[in-house]
């Protein structure tokens, strides 16, 4: 009896251990210059190695720049890349930073991907070439209201119960408009514009808040006729900060007219106050100068005028600066550049300007030769770092593609599927025989690889035809796990499901019953935006048994 019962048990394996998933990872965001840093992720390794993982991804923005890293640097990554070998964690960096591309682009800011300004019209003034101004924000300081009700908006939420006319509070003139007391969902004002087609326009306003939840939520943007959205910058709102200018930009694309959304959308509590709301031409801001994005120079009679004989270069010496190389600001005052013809004259100029959505993401621009050269150097020093057995295609959140004149006429889905089989060739070259594998979203037509994304000019789908075979999947759409899963399964791929994003542990429980049934699931990797290690452990007990 005794014998039955010990041989029982011993048959009887640790229920981490029955039918394991062959891929058990973990996902890492790090900055490897910081010795702390180190050595928090070290002991996390430890930890994961205990738990049953059995790799990791690691990204850092540093991987595009290790020309120019320090030495410590790579120390630092040496000691990290012992430790995964001394802990048996197989080591899969990230490369390519098609939709985070800062590190990236401070080898060429100009690189960076931007929307077309068409025949922007420009008059000599004092000696320099000034946007013609026809843009007007009426009642844009709040001064005329009828009771709460501000005069020349096309849209006010709750004038009398949730917004009110302020004449104590303000940043300047009389008055401001507050909100409070929230009984709907939104605290906003709208107000109608008429714009030029294909024009960049900046726009600056005056908040002023207290306790507001969710600050996340405070939004400014432009909105064309039929609910096309035109710009998806942050507004950095604070949830208390006093009197602060917020600044976003946009496109008109092939809109005259569009309406400016200013407020807090799915409000909770606190309040806030608005004021000084300005529309402008923005000029020559952020003016890109590559190959890709000409500058043309045409009189007001449509006559070809050379670059040299009108003007000095256009160009912006702040473009891609601040705080750093590849990272882009849109407050630096408009480039003021020197005319060489008669006061007064007017010209017509095309060009292309920067674009950054939400807080300063940006993409490279996929066709411009450089950028291959930049994506060639950056992964052979990757893989020289880590002397890994794969490359992680970094190619999530493309906000911005097809746009720039040297893009226009291809969808991003065709340019990214020439762009990922670019990128798939490349890392067999650089790790002949590993793994290359891409986050699944931007060739995911149940995911991002749609149609209206952002400010893509044109269509994600058919991005999956530069898939093939011997790519696996970063799969992260568990939103639609059924459609998904068995969409990449047709194509042949293999999976890796990134789970866990913050979010309960259990959450993964039915992704992983939608993955039964489905071909060629090879793991699951442990997904944290935030750096949150602190479920490591639970979630390798719910996520690792088949």
């Given at each position: 009896m005794f014998g039955t019962i010990a041989c029982l048990i011993l048959l009887r394996k640790?229920?981490?251990?029955?039918?394991?998933?062959?891929?058990?990872?973990?996902?890492?965001?790090?900055?490897?210059?910081?010795?702390?840093?180190?050595?928090?992720?070290?002991?996390?390794?430890?930890?994961?190695?205990?738990?049953g993982y059995n790799g990791m991804v690691i990204t850092d923005s540093k991987f595009s720049i290790l020309d120019k890293v320090y030495k410590n640097y790579f120390d630092n990554a040496e000691r990290v890349r012992k430790k995964g070998e001394e802990f048996g964690l197989t080591i899969t960096p990230a490369v390519a930073d098609m939709g985070w591309s800062s590190g990236l682009l401070s080898h060429d800011v100009n690189l960076?991907?931007?929307?077309p300004v068409k025949r922007a019209p420009f008059v000599v003034t004092n000696g320099v070439l000034a946007p013609e101004r026809r843009v007007n924000y009426t009642n844009s300081g709040m001064e005329q209201s009828n009771g709460d009700k501000l005069v020349g908006f096309s849209y006010q939420d709750g004038p009398g119960t949730e917004s009110f006319v302020d004449t104590a509070i303000k940043h300047s003139g009389n008055q401001s408009i507050r909100f409070e007391n929230y009984k709907g969902v939104n605290a906003r004002v709208m107000h109608p514009l008429t714009v030029r087609p294909w024009q960049q326009y900046r726009v600056r306003f005056w908040l002023k808040t207290e306790a507001v939840v969710p600050v996340?939520?405070?939004?400014?943007?432009?909105?064309?006729?039929?609910?096309?959205?035109?710009?998806?910058?942050?507004?950095?709102?604070?949830?208390?900060?006093?009197?602060?200018?917020?600044?976003?930009?946009?496109?008109?694309?092939?809109?005259?007219?569009?309406?400016?959304?200013?407020?807090?959308?799915?409000?909770?509590?606190?309040?806030?106050?608005?004021?000084?709301?300005?529309?402008?031409?923005?000029?020559?801001?952020?003016v890109l100068r590559r190959p890709g994005a000409p500058v043309k120079v045409e009189y007001d009679d449509g006559t070809a005028a050379k670059e040299t004989d009108v003007c000095s270069r256009i160009e912006d010496t702040n473009l891609g600066t601040t705080p750093w190389m590849g990272e882009y600001t849109f407050t630096h005052?408009?480039?003021?550049?020197?005319?060489?013809?008669?006061?007064?004259?007017?010209?017509?100029?095309?060009?292309?300007?920067?674009?950054?959505?939400?807080?300063?993401?940006?993409?490279i621009c996929p066709s411009e030769p450089?950028?291959?050269?930049?994506?060639?150097?950056?992964?052979?020093?990757?893989a020289s770092l880590w002397k890994p057995k794969g490359l992680f295609l970094a190619h999530d959140e493309i906000r911005v593609a097809g746009v720039c004149p040297l893009c226009e006429g291809k969808t991003p889905g065709s340019l990214y599927a020439q762009n990922l089989r670019l990128c798939v060739e490349l890392s067999h070259k650089t790790v002949p025989g590993g793994m290359?594998?891409?986050?699944?979203?931007?060739?995911?037509?149940?995911?991002?690889?749609?149609d209206n994304y952002y400010l893509a000019g044109g269509t994600w789908k058919e991005s999956w035809k530069g898939l093939t075979p011997d790519v696996t999947i970063m799969n992260w759409n568990s939103g639609k796990p059924k459609d998904s899963l068995a969409f990449f399964a047709s194509l042949g791929c293999h999976q890796i499901l990134s789970g866990f994003y913050d979010a309960p542990v259990d959450n993964v429980k039915p992704w992983l019953a939608a993955a039964k049934s489905v071909k060629n699931?090879?793991?699951?990797?442990?997904?944290t935006w935030v750096g949150d290690y602190s479920k490591l452990e639970a979630f390798a007990k719910v996520a690792f048994s088949k």
């Open positions: 640790p229920p981490m251990l029955v039918e394991q998933f062959p891929v058990r990872w973990f996902y890492v965001q790090t900055n490897l210059a910081v010795e702390k840093n180190v050595d928090g992720l070290i002991s996390v390794m430890e930890r994961a190695k205990k738990a960076i991907e931007g929307q996340s939520e405070f939004r400014c943007f432009a909105m064309g006729e039929g609910g096309k959205v035109l710009s998806f910058m942050d507004t950095g709102a604070k949830q208390t900060q006093d009197w602060t200018e917020h600044t976003i930009i946009f496109n008109s694309q092939n809109f005259d007219k569009v309406t400016l959304y200013t407020g807090l959308w799915s409000c909770q509590s606190g309040k806030f106050w608005l004021d000084d709301i300005t529309v402008e031409e923005a000029g020559f801001l952020n005052p408009t480039p003021q550049i020197r005319s060489r013809i008669k006061e007064g004259t007017k010209v017509l100029v095309s060009y292309t300007h920067a674009v950054a959505t939400e807080s300063g993401k940006t993409a450089k950028t291959l050269e930049i994506l060639n150097d950056s992964f052979s020093r990757i290359t594998l891409v986050w699944s979203d931007m060739f995911d037509p149940f995911h991002n690889a749609v699931i090879d793991g699951v990797m442990y997904t």
